[in-house]
């Protein structure tokens, strides 16, 4: 035993010995030059080191080197691509003898890098990623080769490395790229890192200080970490991370992040939560989800995904809004998709439901399928129109007299909205609303289908059940040209039109079952060009309604009075003219709406029209005639049989807002022969009483004569 003691000593001493001759014999700054000349040749690049390299003791054998640093080549804006302070390295003795190397904690301080990209594109890291120095020649090449041969007989033993740990210390970096004008720097990074072997789970803390571009940013965390002898199978645990950031518009107060484990093939359990501001508009949000990555890192799932948010600002259409948003995520690397299933989503009382995806690419191509049970814009500030909510708007415009003066208006714009953000887009979904409210108008059993797809929209199917009947609208937008074009078909069938212009415009000026038939199109999306540069044709069919704010037997029984001379008697009664059937056909085109077929029928009178409207302008110019033909009582007025199968004219001017009726008397007295005989009669009875029995006279008939023509043309 004390043989063994002795020897033990021995060796010690022999150890100690030995270092103290290496320590007093050997300078390390010999080696310099040497190891200059080294990275010279292998890099291309220069290192200088401007401080001492100086050998440690104790507590282990150790170097330490100061004022270290890498060059760059001539041209970009630092000299230096890496700088160190000083840099700190021991290894243990003994095990030394064991082909062990036991390196201790490996220390770095003040370490810089600057890495730059050039406008043509150059880097400082090119010519480092293991291609042979433009400087070492074949030969040189060969040589080192030739001077290190492998040595003879048995493999060496494979030596075991350690690492007791890493720590950076005062660290900094800049990553700029002149070619796109970005830049990045960390100005404070500080790492510690635990003992670097397999097996074992290793502390592992850091905080760091930087900039991206405009964006200030500063973090914190710590983990643990297990290193595995495959890397990729390598894990971390308990994280946890805390990050804050801001710039000119966005400022990120607080930003959370835990993690039970990482790793891949692993289901990890993420918590998270974000609170600060962007653009005045406040947020508050915290979310959880469970992730899995498989080994190939071909496929990244979030199960179970929730996010819960709290907004705030003026800009909303509410003070506050919360919103939330769940469903289960998956993002397939191999074909770039990201899926979304499950999707459940709200915006206070708004929800939905349903799944999405986007493939990516230069343009990425979003689908989605979304479903809602009740969309009400109305409970939203400015969702529902002031005019209905503020003031009645008058209906019927003034009857038998002239139109009442126009609100002034300002000219319509002639500036094409911009829709340049369609071409970049490539979009194609369906939508389905089971009850939709906007500007108090409702609308059920809503389905639309469309597609967007650079610059081309398709609506391919619009469907939606309105006041007791349908709607089904299909169109296309043609974005790709300036000013863009459109084709719009419209099928609308008995709808009660009466409660959807109630709800709609606070008015009633028609009442009965709807159905409109448009096939239109178009050039430009202006104000001015939606009204002059539309074509095609518009069909109406209301059946067993009335129109508000026009009384035609009122105006009747003024025809009637005016053939006698009469005023005509004052009854009390609605404004209104019942219908059974009115129909017509609009053609569009050159910015005016122009009918010949208007037709009306109504009890004991039947009524046609023509004319048209300029849908600039906004005017009004139609003529009404209206044919007698049995009773008006059902009209609420006295009986008029002796105008059956007359036709009375009705002029109808003004503008959309202030229309104006008005009885053509004229017109009335000249397109009549019913009326013409009539008019004959009253005044030869006239005469006759007046006349006595001169009137047989040839020449007073003559007179009589003369005296109607002139009346009738």
């Known amino acids: 035993m004390k043989k063994l003691l002795y020897i033990l000593l021995g060796l010690v001493l022999l150890v ?30 220069e290192l200088v080191i401007d401080g001492d390299i100086s050998w440690r ?18 041209g970009f804006a630092e000299p230096d691509m890496l700088k160190l302070k000083k840099a700190e390295m021991s290894v243990a003795v003994m095990p030394l003898l064991s082909d062990t190397l036991d390196i201790g904690l490996v220390s770095l301080h003040g370490t810089h890098v600057f890495i730059q990209t050039l406008p043509n594109g150059v880097s400082n890291l090119d010519g480092l990623s293991g291609e042979q120095s433009a400087e070492t020649t074949p030969s040189e090449s060969n040589t080192q080769s030739a001077s290190e041969p492998a040595p003879a007989g048995e493999p060496a033993k494979a030596w075991t490395i350690s690492i007791g740990g890493l720590e950076l210390l005062d660290a900094s970096a800049t990553v700029r790229d002149d070619k796109t004008h970005t830049s990045s720097e960390i100005s404070s990074l500080n790492l510690t890192i635990g003992k670097l072997e397999t097996g074992i789970w290793v502390p592992i803390e850091f905080d760091v200080v930087g900039k991206q571009n405009a964006l200030a940013f500063s973090a914190k965390g710590d983990a643990e970490a297990m290193i595995d002898k495959e890397i990729m199978k390598s894990q971390l645990r308990t994280l946890t991370l805390e990050a804050s950031a ?3 518009a966005t400022k990120l107060e607080n930003f959370t992040l835990k993690a039970d484990r990482l790793g891949l093939a692993i289901p990890m359990v993420f918590d998270f939560a974000a609170k600060g501001n962007a653009s005045d508009m406040s947020f508050d949000a915290q979310g959880k989800t469970t992730v899995q990555v498989d080994e190939a890192i071909s496929l990244i799932t979030a199960k179970a995904l929730e996010l819960n948010t709290t907004v705030a600002g003026k800009s909303l259409p509410r003070p506050e809004m919360k919103i939330s948003m769940g469903g289960d995520v998956a993002f397939d690397n191999k074909a770039q998709k990201l899926s979304l299933e499950n999707l459940k989503a709200a915006v206070d009382e708004l929800n939905f439901d349903g799944k999405a995806s986007v493939a990516l690419a230069d343009i990425p191509a979003i689908r989605f399928d979304v479903h809602s049970p009740k969309i009400n814009l109305d409970t939203f500030p400015g969702g529902k129109a002031a005019a209905a909510e503020d003031k009645p708007v008058a209906l019927g415009g003034s009857q038998g007299g002239s139109a009442e003066k126009p609100v002034e208006k300002k000219p319509l714009s002639d500036v094409e909205p ?5 071409k970049g887009l490539d979009i194609a979904g369906k939508i389905v609303i089971d009850d939709f409210v906007a500007s108090n108008v409702e609308v059920t059993d809503v389905i639309v289908n469309f597609a967007v797809n650079r610059g081309k929209v398709d609506v391919k199917q619009f469907d939606a059940k309105l006041y007791g009947g349908t709607i089904k609208v299909e169109g296309k937008l043609d974005a790709t040209t300036s000013p863009a074009r459109y084709q719009v078909k419209k099928d609308i069938k008995n709808v009660n039109v009466l409660p959807l212009l109630q709800a709609a415009a606070n008015q009633d000026m028609l009442a009965g079952k709807g159905s409109i038939d448009a096939n239109v199109s178009g050039v430009g999306l202006s104000e001015k060009r939606l009204r002059t540069g539309i074509t095609g044709t518009v069909a109406i069919n209301f059946a067993d309604g009335a129109i508000n704010g026009i ?31 009115l129909t017509a056909t609009f053609n569009l085109g050159k910015g005016i ?11 004991a009178l039947r009524v046609r029209s023509e004319g048209q409207t300029n849908l600039v ?3 009004l110019d139609f003529e009404v005639f ?3 033909v049995g009773t008006s009582k059902g009209q609420g007025g006295k009986d008029i049989d002796e105008l059956k199968d007359v036709t009375i004219p009705v002029k109808i001017g003004g503008t959309w807002t202030a229309p104006s009726y008005n009885l053509d008397v004229k017109a009335l007295l000249t397109s009549n022969k019913v009326l013409e005989e009539k008019a004959r009669k009253e005044a030869e009875r006239g005469l006759k009483k007046l006349l006595g029995d001169k009137a047989e006279d040839d020449k007073v008939k003559d007179a009589a004569n003369k005296l109607l023509q002139g009346l009738f043309n």
């Not at 709406?593 to 009890?603: D, F, G, L, Q, Y």
């Open 626 to 628: 209206v044919s007698v």
């Open 246 to 248: 801001n710039d000119a």
């Open 418 to 422: 911009d829709l340049s953000a369609l």
């Open 551 to 581: 009384n035609i037997p009122e105006m009747i029984r003024e025809a009637k009075a005016t053939l006698k001379g009469q005023r005509a008697e004052y009854v009390e009664e609605t404004r209104k003219t019942d219908f059974s059937a």
């Open 57 to 74: 003791f104790w507590p282990s054998l150790g170097l330490s080197v100061e004022q270290l640093a890498f060059k760059n080549p001539e």
């Open 593 to 603: 709406a122009s009918t010949r077929n208007m037709k009306m029928e109504a009890p």
């Open 617 to 619: 302008k906004e005017d």
């Open 16 to 45: 100690v010995v030995a270092i103290g001759a290496i320590v007093a014999f050997i300078n390390p700054n010999d080696f310099k030059p040497l190891i200059t000349d080294e990275v010279k040749k292998a890099t291309g690049r």
